[in-house]
């Protein structure tokens, strides 16, 4: 029996017959990334149900030598929960609810524990968790967590690092780090939790994490407003964001193209509008207090940017349903990206004074590399951050199209690194930009993120071919 072969072994028996897979079909899920951008393999699939089990399954990958990798709901974008040997450690059994704490205003729960129901856990007791994403009804926290998941409510709450206050990790040798505590202030030494956030799965397994709550708002109001250009729009937020201030909860704008596929082709949709538009932003502004005021507020704000000529037509929702339909023309946009060939995706950031600029030297760049290219642009633009997709042209068939991915990518990410941006805003480096990282990033950076990964896993075992290319 070889090294692995006993590892293996000694990790079915801690886990019991129920805990593991170990052949196909089933454990084929688990190799493949939702969209099969990715297709990995691995010996075994771990499924613990507690951070005990957890513990003993890392350090007997750790005592063997064997590779592994955090897996959550699979829903991520950059391949960073797809394996290559070794073994998938699975937190979908670790899904528990530990404690809500109104008072405090925390929420304590298992890494395993799927979004949308860390919010329903909230509503029930009258308090607000933000994370909200797409696809909330699937990916759980701790992918969350791994990836600093963004979402649609950045402008107001942060990212998910902002709403962390405690984790627990199990360290590469099966050492179990708890860090859960729900406190705003704590200077003792080195703040260990935010080195886990964000780094995919390289330096721990996270099985738990103490979350920030909010007061459940009292007044929402929701609207849907049209310009003839990206500038206007930038226009309306710096007006709203002066003038509402922390109540400005999120500002997502849209292309007409990528509006126009979601009412084509999204399951429902109903346009708002009498006709199309070049640009389109969903706003909404959120209040603690009980009222009316943030409706009187909106009003007056949209018909003085009418008056100016910066608005060009506007709904404001009249009912929690009429709401909801707006959301779900802006969550819906990826999905119909699908129905109309295939979709070059990239997620960037950059600061909001420089979107414009982003935009007109990156449209640029891109059409003369795919001529007759389609622009599927949408974002958080009260946080800078775009989802810059490609739609293939009509003229072109998908493996020419996707075959220019770096071609089209790279000198658009090079605009965004001369503008004091981030190639990658919320979902990661992963296996997809792994070169991105060693280009964009300064040696210094990146030697300082290879000295803590060799620190903390001087075997190399945990998530290899994440985040570098050695």
């Known amino acids: 029996m070889t090294n692995t072969d006993a590892g293996l072994q000694a990790i079915c028996e801690v886990l019991g017959d129920n805990g593991y897979i170990d052949s196909s079909p089933d454990i084929d899920p688990y190799q493949v990334e939702w969209r099969g951008l990715w297709t990995g393999y691995c010996d075994l699939v771990a499924k613990p149900t507690t951070v005990e089990q957890v513990s003993h399954v890392v350090r007997i990958c750790h005592e063997h030598n064997i590779p592994l990798v955090p897996h959550g709901g699979n829903t991520g974008l950059v391949g960073a929960g797809v394996p290559h040997g070794g073994i998938v450690i699975s937190t979908e059994r670790l899904n528990t609810i530990r404690e809500i704490d109104p008072i405090n205003g925390t929420i304590s729960c298992d890494s395993g524990v799927i979004l949308a129901d860390i919010q329903k856990a909230a509503d029930d007791v009258d308090r607000l968790f933000p994370l909200s994403l797409a696809a909330e009804g699937s990916c759980r926290i701790g992918g969350n967590l791994s990836t600093n998941a963004g979402g649609v409510q950045v402008l107001r709450y942060g990212n998910t690092r902002d709403l962390t206050l405690g984790l627990e990790v199990v360290m590469p040798d099966g050492q179990i780090w708890n860090g859960m505590r729900g406190l705003r202030k704590d200077n003792t030494g080195y703040d260990l939790k935010h080195m886990f956030i964000g780094a995919e799965g390289t330096l721990g397994v996270i099985t738990g994490a103490v979350m920030k709550l909010y007061p459940k708002p ?123 060939g295939a979709s070059i995706k990239s997620d960037v950031s950059v600061p909001i004074s420089s979107v414009v600029e982003f935009f007109k030297k990156a449209n640029a760049v891109v059409t003369a590399v795919i001529p007759g290219v389609r622009f599927a642009s949408f974002g958080h633009i009260g946080d800078g951050n775009l989802h810059y997709n490609l739609t293939q042209p009509v003229d072109m068939n998908n493996e020419d199209f996707m075959a220019l991915w770096h071609d089209a990518t790279d000198p658009m990410n090079d605009i965004v690194h001369n503008l004091n941006g981030s190639f990658s805003a919320e979902h990661g480096v992963g296996q997809l930009k792994r070169n991105e990282l060693e280009r964009y990033r300064s040696k210094v950076e990146v030697e300082m993120m290879k000295s803590v990964k060799k620190a903390l896993d001087p075997k190399g075992i945990m998530n290899p071919k994440t985040l570098f290319n050695e």
């Open 218 to 340: 009292k007044q929402k109001e929701t609207c849907l407003v049209a310009f003839e250009t990206v500038e206007n729009c930038i226009e309306l937020f710096t007006r709203m964001s002066s003038y509402a201030g922390d109540a400005l909860t999120a500002f997502e704008a849209i292309n007409g193209f990528a509006f126009s596929l979601t009412i084509e082709h999204g399951t429902n949709m109903r346009d708002p509008f009498n006709q199309a538009y070049p640009w389109y932003a969903l706003m909404e502004l959120t209040s603690p207090r009980d009222g009316s005021d943030l409706r009187e507020a909106l009003e007056s704000e949209l018909e003085k940017a009418f008056d100016d000529e910066m608005v060009i037509d506007g709904v404001i929702a009249e009912s929690g349903a009429q709401s909801e339909d707006f959301w779900r023309i802006r969550e819906s946009i990826p999905e119909a990206q699908g129905h109309v």
